[in-house]
């Protein structure tokens, strides 16, 4: 069992209780409370808890539950780390459980999260032998005449026939010609036309992990102007690709990539976006490669840190679309960056 897959609920459906010293105490939703009880031994305690959204039942979680269960273990009185929580849980705690104080505890899950364990990076590997097949039914799929919708339905049958659990986020994406210049995140039922470019990114998620791919592929022949934007894209993810081992920094990536692109002429055309993040248990999660909003760090790469490093460029008034984004899934190791995604790129947008 893992977080419910309801769009905008995982944290009000499910939770755990974490301590130094004891088992961790599993709070599931009532739809999830027998399957943990009655087919999963290796849990010691599961309990019951509402929906975590109308107050009164919040309440009643807070002044009951919750409340016997800190009581029990001596954590009725002091700090409590909370991840995440919705405002009216933070406030029935604050309430009614007066000498329980709530600390941040979601910087310390999101750093535990950096690094994975070898078994989670074999989670994420199948996630991503998933993924790749769910491209390539796109790319396959993609053809004149088509809508946007119809390569991202096919998409997903290859995704649920093979096991994967939801797209890389909810909305499987799929944008043709003029939907990349600038991006558009939902696929539509635009009619993908000859010398349209057509970005992929669907990814998937297995087992809880996730895997995020995109390609960018061409209907028909490209034009000279997209063939240049996607040799400036391709060639920057290399070259930050490169840079992806022990020894350099989230920064040195950025700027490999930065500088390819503008090599090529495209530097003041990269998206508004980060160029990279980390990704496993969260679909995006940090840390971040090119992050340029205030608060931004700089960390350097170790050992079994998994990001998805995806460089977009989009040029206005290119006919068929100009914006491109190619975006793999990289590991971390010891020596040279892992590859694991492997969907081919599209050599008629080689020059």
Same mark, same amino acid.
């Given at each position: 069992?893992?977080?419910?897959?309801?769009?905008?609920?995982?944290?009000?459906?499910?939770? +755990?209780?974490?301590?130094?010293?004891?088992?961790?105490?599993?709070?599931?939703?009532?739809?999830?409370?027998?399957?943990?009880?009655?087919?999963?031994?290796?849990?010691?305690?599961?309990?019951?808890?509402?929906?975590?959204?109308?107050?009164?039942?919040?309440?009643?979680?807070?002044?009951?539950?919750?409340?016997?269960?800190?009581?029990?273990?001596?954590?009725?009185?002091?700090?409590?780390?909370?991840?995440?929580?919705?405002?009216?849980?933070?406030?029935?705690?604050?309430?009614?459980?007066?000498?329980?104080?709530?600390?941040?505890?979601?910087?310390?899950?999101?750093?535990?999260?950096?690094?994975?364990?070898?078994?989670?990076?074999?989670?994420?590997?199948?996630?991503?032998?998933?993924?790749?097949?769910?491209?390539?039914? +796109?790319? $396959?799929?993609?053809?004149?005449?088509?809508?946007?919708?119809?390569?991202?339905?096919?998409?997903?049958?290859?995704?649920?026939?093979?096991?994967?659990?939801?797209?890389?986020?909810?909305?499987?994406?799929?944008?043709?010609?003029?939907?990349?210049?600038?991006?558009?995140?939902?696929?539509?039922?635009?009619?993908?036309?000859?010398?349209?470019?057509?970005?992929?990114?669907?990814?998937?998620?297995?087992?809880? #992990?996730?895997?995020?791919?995109?390609?960018?592929?061409?209907?028909?022949?490209?034009?000279?102007?997209?063939?240049?934007? #996607?040799?400036?894209? #391709?060639?920057?993810?290399?070259?930050?690709?490169?840079?992806?081992?022990?020894?350099?920094?989230?920064?040195?990536?950025?700027?490999?990539?930065?500088?390819?692109?503008?090599?090529?002429?495209?530097?003041?055309?990269?998206?508004?976006?980060?160029?990279?993040?980390?990704?496993?248990?969260?679909?995006?999660?940090?840390?971040?490669?090119?992050?340029?909003?205030?608060?931004?760090?700089?960390?350097?790469?170790?050992?079994?840190?998994?990001?998805?490093?995806?460089?977009?460029?989009?040029?206005?008034?290119?006919?068929?679309?100009?914006?491109?984004?190619?975006?793999?899934?990289?590991?971390?190791? $010891?020596?040279?960056?892992?590859?694991?995604?492997?969907?081919? #790129?599209?050599?008629?947008?080689?020059?």
């Amino acid at each position: 069992m893992r977080a419910q897959l309801i769009a905008g609920k995982t944290t009000s459906l499910n939770g +755990a209780l974490l301590t130094p010293s004891e088992d961790p105490v599993l709070l599931a939703s009532g739809g999830e409370i027998d399957k943990a009880k009655f087919g999963m031994s290796w849990i010691g305690e599961a309990h019951a808890v509402p929906i975590m959204e109308q107050r009164e039942l919040v309440d009643g979680f807070v002044t009951g539950t919750l409340s016997r269960i800190l009581r029990e273990r001596g954590l009725d009185s002091g700090k409590l780390g909370v991840d995440q929580a919705n405002i009216s849980f933070i406030e029935s705690v604050r309430t009614h459980l007066p000498n329980v104080e709530l600390v941040d505890g979601d910087t310390i899950m999101q750093q535990a999260r950096w690094i994975k364990s070898d078994l989670e990076v074999a989670v994420i590997e199948e996630a991503c032998a998933i993924g790749d097949s769910v491209t390539q039914r +796109a790319l $396959d799929e993609t053809r004149a005449g088509r809508r946007e919708l119809e390569v991202a339905a096919d998409a997903m049958q290859t995704l649920f026939q093979l096991g994967g659990e939801m797209a890389h986020v909810i909305t499987p994406f799929v944008a043709s010609g003029e939907h990349m210049s600038p991006p558009h995140r939902l696929a539509t039922d635009k009619i993908i036309r000859n010398q349209d470019l057509c970005f992929i990114d669907i990814g998937a998620m297995w087992n809880g #992990y996730f895997a995020d791919i995109g390609r960018t592929t061409v209907v028909g022949k490209p034009s000279k102007t997209q063939q240049k934007i #996607y040799t400036a894209v #391709y060639e920057g993810l290399m070259a930050g690709i490169d840079t992806m081992r022990p020894g350099f920094t989230n920064q040195d990536c950025a700027d490999a990539i930065i500088n390819k692109i503008g090599e090529h002429g495209f530097e003041d055309h990269l998206f508004s976006l980060f160029i990279g993040h980390g990704i496993g248990m969260g679909a995006n999660e940090p840390p971040y490669i090119g992050e340029t909003l205030e608060g931004t760090t700089t960390y350097d790469f170790q050992p079994n840190m998994v990001f998805a490093v995806e460089p977009l460029v989009w040029v206005p008034d290119v006919r068929g679309g100009g914006g491109v984004r190619i975006e793999d899934m990289v590991l971390i190791t $010891d020596g040279d960056p892992h590859l694991l995604s492997r969907v081919e #790129y599209e050599d008629r947008l080689l020059i």
